[in-house]
């Protein structure tokens, strides 16, 4: 946890756009954005992955998820937006501070994420 750069940037020791943040709660703009809007929802509390979510974190995720929308229509995002959690290796994740993609803000739909096999 000392090492995580999410943790870092909540304690305010690496810059970020900040987007929104409360006591439980800090959003801020991608440093390599996918789309005219890419902003990330992290809990200020360290949780690796998803994979390491407890009942105990019911509450925070649900105010994760609550704050999407809003944040995602502040930010730009009028006709739609896309929400990821990547999750372990094999699901992309690279910073294992769990975290939340907001993608969007364009006006063409974004790109499909998995090809259809057929």
Avoid: W
């Amino acid at each position: 946890m000392e090492n995580c750069i999410f943790c870092k940037i909540i304690k305010g020791e690496i810059p970020s756009k900040k987007v929104y943040e409360d006591a439980d709660i800090f959003a801020f703009h991608d440093i390599h954005p996918a789309a005219p809007v890419h902003f990330m929802l992290i809990p200020k509390l360290h949780i690796a992955s998803l994979n390491e979510v407890e009942e105990k974190h019911q509450d925070l995720l649900g105010k994760i998820m609550f704050l999407v929308p809003s944040l995602a229509k502040e930010q730009g995002c009028t006709d739609g937006f896309r929400t990821i959690i990547n999750t372990g290796r094999v699901g992309g994740q690279e910073v294992y501070h769990l975290h939340a993609h907001v993608i969007g803000g364009g006006t063409e739909r974004l790109p499909v994420m998995i090809p259809n096999p057929s």
